[in-house]
């Protein structure tokens, strides 16, 4: 089964408005990291936060491992947060190479 | 400062014709180098990974092979596409060892017709 579950699959934000943005994995890992996916394909780093609270700017990542999650916190929102964020777990798969498996994302939309 | 650059940017290619798709990092010496796909409206997937030159282990198979020639460069090909094959390929980097902080390139994206 999918072993990194997003949710929700997709927001609507009026302009201003907070939102949190949830990543649950179903094993153990060793990392997390949070992107910000461009229309284009690319993939714009947010966080690499393997556990704890990390902030920058108005957004703030959370990672609770024992807990098996993290989240991603939009404060304020804007039009041009507006995007599919992805959250990818990292796991080690015994050799010297960390191995990303990737969550199926968040659409964020923000209305004016 | 380290960059990454993937080339080309776009193709457009028909089904059974090979593919050569690159990637070359520049600033870092010795990364480990990862290949990952995304079907359009699919999930990001790591195809393969190098952690040093001549060494490529696969992840997933889905009939094509990539290569480390040089350290600072990672190659995917397949002598017959197929529609399937469509998609994003994204190449990413990490410092050598074990690491899960990743790096990615621009990307590749590849229409098969």
């Known amino acids: 089964g999918q072993q990194v579950q997003q949710s929700p699959a997709s927001l609507v934000l009026q302009e201003g408005e907070n939102a949190e943005l949830q990543c649950n994995f179903s094993?153990?890992?060793?990392?997390m990291q949070w992107f910000y996916q461009r229309p284009e394909g690319s993939l714009v780093s947010l966080f690499y936060?393997?556990?704890g609270t990390k902030q920058s700017g108005r957004l703030t990542s959370t990672t609770v491992i024992k807990e098996r999650r993290s989240s991603l916190h939009i404060s304020s929102s804007q039009i041009t947060d507006s995007g599919t964020y992805l959250c990818?777990?990292?796991?080690?798969?015994?050799?010297?190479?960390?191995?990303?498996?990737f969550g199926e994302g968040t659409q964020v939309t923000v209305i004016s | 400062a380290q960059t990454i650059h993937q080339w080309p940017v776009a193709e457009i290619k028909a089904v059974g014709s090979p593919l050569s798709l690159g990637c070359t990092i520049k600033?870092?010496?010795?990364?480990?180098l990862y290949w990952y796909w995304q079907a359009t409206g699919g999930t990001l997937q790591q195809l393969f990974y190098?952690?040093?030159?001549?060494?490529v282990e696969s992840v997933v198979q889905l009939n094509l092979s990539a290569s480390r020639p040089k350290d600072d460069q990672f190659i995917l090909s397949t002598e017959k596409l197929l529609l399937s094959h469509s998609g994003f390929y994204l190449c990413?980097?990490?410092?050598?060892?074990?690491?899960?902080?990743?790096?990615f390139g621009p990307g590749t994206r590849l229409t098969v017709l």
């Open positions: 990413a980097w990490s410092p050598w060892g074990v690491s899960y902080e990743q790096y």
């Open positions: 094993t153990s890992l060793n990392s």
């Open positions: 936060n393997p556990s």
């Open positions: 990818a777990m990292g796991l080690n798969t015994g050799g010297l190479s960390g191995k990303l498996t």
């Open positions: 600033g870092k010496s010795s990364p480990n």
């Open positions: 190098s952690i040093t030159v001549g060494q």
